[in-house]
DNA sequence: TGCGGCTATTG
DNA sequence: CACAATAGCCGCAG
């Protein structure tokens, strides 16, 4: 069968937009396609291109085993639409963070994860045990994947990629099922949906980066620690002039790592500087009590551009293209949220500037207000609070409500979703649980059962995994400590996980309408999105970013009274967007009566 | 060599 | 310095 010769076998068995079509590819061999009833290998030299007609003719949902399979199509510079990402929706379903075939398939089918096989042995023809058939046969008498098809012997040949695809098919029904099945949670299959197109949206920004210009970024490199060194003698001996700076006014005669915290504390008090740690929070009030204080600050400073955001980082990350590539993960961490290393979540806001757009594009910049307490109105179905959303400053008409000012209605709010007890904020709380009886009893009914080492899910659906605390060497009960931390974090699960898939509808929406325009997502933060666009398309994007938001919170929460918004702005560079989120915080928290 | 602690950065 | 994350270096255990 030709390339397009998948496409006429789809379009004569009646396959129709959005369905699901199972995808196995590789490269080097060809795809396959399966649907419910039929499937179909191809040998081809480009199997990407393959993928490309069918999505142009049909546009099916691709099922896919993980998002290695987008991608590869994100690198051969194909685009699909919809997905339904088998690791994704095991993650979902699960709480686990491993979604390895293996484990995929076994959960799918209702095998128990312990009795995964091991991994293949090295002569695939010396297996012996409760293994069966020759290897083409890719499930095991016990219902188990074969080791060496998980491990990749499904790549071997169209053949193979066939089967491989008919698995993915099944798995994908088993999945549906079970989502289907989440009780309390009817929208988990929706929240799988739009998950597997952040799986899509990752692997294009993994592939294609986020414009950067190198020569701005490496003069803010050069600004802390100063012209790139020609050789690593150079290097060093501009280590140990930054190190002289700070050591000139220690005691003399003490050798003193600068990167040892509990040796800078011992040369501090030598000095007669005596602090619990060196953060440099603490040390910024101590900065006129002695020179050394405010050297060893700049010290600090350049010292982290030096190892983590350095020359050697600008090499590692940013290409000949001017694009800055990290690798971006769709589900990290307990609670869902988007994660991204290379230093993308976490750059130094004093990197922005450099952040700036291609010729003819502007970055379309948008970010949600006050996002979490807003998910929590709507989560928790508690209407006070989602009155308090429809103001444009939820914090302002919390306080009023409270008979607070703004910034102790803030602590408040934060503290409650957090699981603060102690503190100034406590006779906010008291207010808030009085205002608010309804969000704060959500949030005490999730610590209490992550306290107790229940699992919960989010509003979406998404397993949270605590599981009964291990049992400890000596008997003795679990620390309170660790309780309590366990039952914080679930408190603040809920909300993050609820927030983080809001965010993500929010995002998969705008790919999907944005594309036309040329809009492409390069940053994604949390709550925030940094579109890169053409500079004709600004306007009309800003806009999309607007409804794309109305209408991902409409979908994830049918009929919510609660109102989200998005500040928007267009920007030559990251670092242009005003911070206008929120007004200032007029009277400090050391400063309330 | 692996891992907990400390520190810094982001939301 | 509550909740989450990535990332680097130090110091210590194995």
């Given at each position: 069968m030709s390339?397009?010769?998948?496409?006429?076998?789809?379009?004569?068995?009646?396959?129709?937009?959005?369905?699901?079509?199972?995808l196995?590819?590789?490269?080097?061999?060809?795809?396959a396609l399966?649907?419910?009833?039929?499937?179909?290998?191809v040998?081809?030299?480009?199997p990407?291109?393959?993928?490309a007609?069918?999505?142009?003719?049909i546009?099916?949902?691709?099922?896919?085993?993980?998002?290695?399979?987008?991608?590869?199509?994100?690198r051969a510079?194909?685009?699909?639409?919809?997905?339904f990402?088998?690791?994704?929706?095991?993650?979902?379903?699960?709480?686990?963070?491993?979604?390895?075939?293996?484990?995929?398939?076994a959960?799918?089918?209702?095998l128990?994860?312990?009795?995964?096989?091991s991994?293949?042995?090295?002569?695939?023809?010396?297996?012996?045990?409760?293994?069966?058939?020759?290897?083409?046969e890719?499930?095991?008498?016990?219902?188990?994947?074969?080791?060496?098809?998980?491990?990749?012997?499904?790549?071997a040949?169209p053949?193979?990629?066939?089967?491989?695809?008919?698995?993915?098919q099944h798995?994908?029904a088993e999945?549906?099922?079970?989502?289907?099945?989440i009780?309390?949670?009817?929208a988990?299959?929706?929240?799988?949906?739009?998950?597997?197109?952040?799986?899509?949206?990752?692997?294009?920004?993994?592939?294609?980066?986020?414009p950067m210009?190198?020569?701005?970024a490496?003069?803010?490199?050069?600004?802390?620690?100063g012209?790139?060194?020609?050789?690593?003698?150079?290097a060093a001996?501009?280590r140990?002039?930054?190190?002289?700076?700070?050591?000139?006014?220690?005691?003399?005669?003490?050798?003193?790592?600068?990167?040892?915290s509990?040796?800078?504390?011992?040369?501090?008090?030598?000095l007669?500087?005596?602090?619990?740690?060196?953060?440099?929070?603490?040390?910024r009030?101590?900065?006129d009590t002695?020179p050394?204080v405010?050297?060893?600050?700049?010290w600090?400073?350049a010292?982290?551009?030096?190892?983590?955001?350095?020359?050697?980082?600008?090499?590692?990350?940013?290409?000949a293209?001017?694009?800055?590539?990290?690798?971006?993960?769709?589900?990290?961490?307990?609670?869902?949220?988007?994660?991204?290393?290379?230093?993308?979540h976490?750059?130094?806001a004093?990197?922005?500037?450099?952040?700036?757009?291609?010729?003819?594009?502007v970055?379309?910049?948008?970010?949600?207000?006050?996002?979490?307490?807003?998910?929590?109105?709507?989560?928790s179905?508690?209407?006070?609070?989602?009155?308090?959303?429809?103001?444009g400053?939820?914090y302002?008409?919390?306080a009023?409500?409270?008979?607070?000012?703004?910034?102790?209605?803030?602590v408040?709010?934060?503290?409650?979703?957090?699981?603060?007890t102690?503190?100034?904020?406590?006779?906010?709380?008291?207010?808030?649980?009085?205002?608010?009886?309804?969000?704060?009893?959500?949030?005490?009914?999730?610590?209490?059962?992550?306290?107790?080492?229940r699992?919960?899910?989010?509003?979406?659906?998404?397993?949270?995994?605590f599981?009964?605390?291990?049992p400890?060497d000596?008997?003795?009960?679990?620390?309170r400590?660790?309780?309590?931390?366990?039952?914080?974090?679930?408190?603040n699960?809920?909300v993050q996980?609820?927030?983080?898939?809001?965010?993500?509808?929010?995002?998969?929406?705008l790919r999907a309408?944005?594309?036309?325009?040329?809009a492409q997502i390069?940053?994604?933060l949390?709550?925030?999105?940094?579109?890169h666009?053409?500079?004709?398309q600004?306007?009309?994007?800003?806009?999309?970013?607007d409804?794309?938001?109305?209408?991902?919170?409409?979908?994830?929460?049918?009929?919510?009274?609660?109102?989200?918004?998005?500040?928007?702005?267009?920007?030559a560079?990251?670092?242009d967007?005003?911070?206008?989120?929120?007004?200032?915080?007029r009277?400090?928290?050391?400063?309330?009566?």
């Amino acid at each position: 069968m030709s390339d397009t010769g998948v496409l006429d076998a789809l379009l004569e068995s009646g396959v129709a937009r959005g369905e699901l079509v199972a995808l196995a590819l590789d490269p080097g061999v060809g795809l396959a396609l399966a649907t419910a009833t039929r499937s179909w290998a191809v040998a081809s030299a480009d199997p990407c291109g393959a993928v490309a007609l069918v999505e142009r003719g049909i546009g099916p949902r691709w099922v896919l085993w993980s998002n290695d399979t987008a991608e590869t199509l994100a690198r051969a510079g194909v685009r699909v639409a919809r997905a339904f990402d088998l690791a994704c929706a095991h993650r979902i379903l699960e709480g686990t963070w491993a979604a390895d075939p293996a484990r995929v398939w076994a959960a799918a089918n209702g095998l128990d994860a312990g009795t995964l096989p091991s991994v293949a042995p090295p002569d695939l023809f010396s297996s012996v045990g409760d293994d069966d058939g020759d290897g083409d046969e890719p499930v095991r008498r016990d219902g188990h994947l074969r080791p060496e098809w998980a491990a990749g012997a499904w790549r071997a040949s169209p053949e193979r990629l066939r089967r491989w695809s008919v698995l993915a098919q099944h798995a994908a029904a088993e999945q549906i099922a079970a989502l289907g099945a989440i009780s309390g949670r009817p929208a988990a299959l929706a929240t799988a949906r739009a998950e597997s197109a952040v799986e899509l949206l990752c692997a294009e920004m993994t592939v294609d980066g986020l414009p950067m210009d190198r020569v701005v970024a490496e003069g803010i490199v050069a600004g802390f620690v100063g012209p790139r060194p020609r050789d690593e003698a150079a290097a060093a001996e501009e280590r140990a002039r930054r190190d002289a700076a700070v050591l000139r006014h220690a005691t003399p005669g003490f050798d003193v790592d600068l990167r040892s915290s509990t040796q800078v504390r011992a040369m501090l008090r030598r000095l007669g500087i005596d602090v619990v740690d060196t953060r440099a929070a603490r040390l910024r009030e101590l900065e006129d009590t002695h020179p050394v204080v405010r050297e060893l600050l700049a010290w600090r400073r350049a010292e982290r551009v030096a190892t983590t955001y350095g020359y050697a980082w600008l090499d590692e990350h940013l290409g000949a293209d001017e694009r800055f590539r990290g690798s971006w993960s769709g589900s990290d961490g307990a609670a869902g949220r988007m994660t991204a290393s290379g230093g993308l979540h976490n750059m130094p806001a004093e990197f922005r500037p450099a952040v700036v757009a291609e010729p003819g594009h502007v970055f379309v910049r948008a970010d949600l207000g006050q996002v979490e307490p807003r998910v929590l109105a709507a989560v928790s179905h508690d209407a006070a609070l989602a009155r308090a959303t429809l103001q444009g400053d939820l914090y302002a008409a919390v306080a009023s409500e409270l008979g607070v000012d703004r910034a102790t209605a803030k602590v408040a709010v934060l503290g409650a979703m957090y699981g603060q007890t102690t503190g100034h904020g406590a006779d906010a709380l008291r207010r808030m649980r009085r205002a608010y009886p309804v969000a704060m009893d959500y949030l005490d009914r999730a610590e209490h059962a992550a306290a107790a080492g229940r699992d919960l899910r989010t509003y979406g659906g998404r397993l949270v995994r605590f599981g009964p605390p291990p049992p400890r060497d000596d008997g003795t009960p679990e620390p309170r400590a660790s309780v309590a931390a366990r039952g914080r974090y679930g408190r603040n699960a809920v909300v993050q996980g609820a927030a983080a898939e809001l965010f993500k509808r929010w995002a998969v929406t705008l790919r999907a309408r944005g594309a036309d325009l040329g809009a492409q997502i390069v940053l994604c933060l949390h709550d925030e999105l940094l579109v890169h666009t053409p500079l004709e398309q600004a306007a009309p994007v800003a806009s999309l970013l607007d409804s794309c938001l109305q209408d991902a919170a409409e979908r994830w929460a049918p009929g919510t009274p609660t109102r989200f918004v998005a500040d928007v702005s267009v920007v030559a560079r990251w670092s242009d967007a005003k911070d206008a989120s929120a007004p200032p915080d007029r009277s400090p928290a050391s400063g309330a009566p």
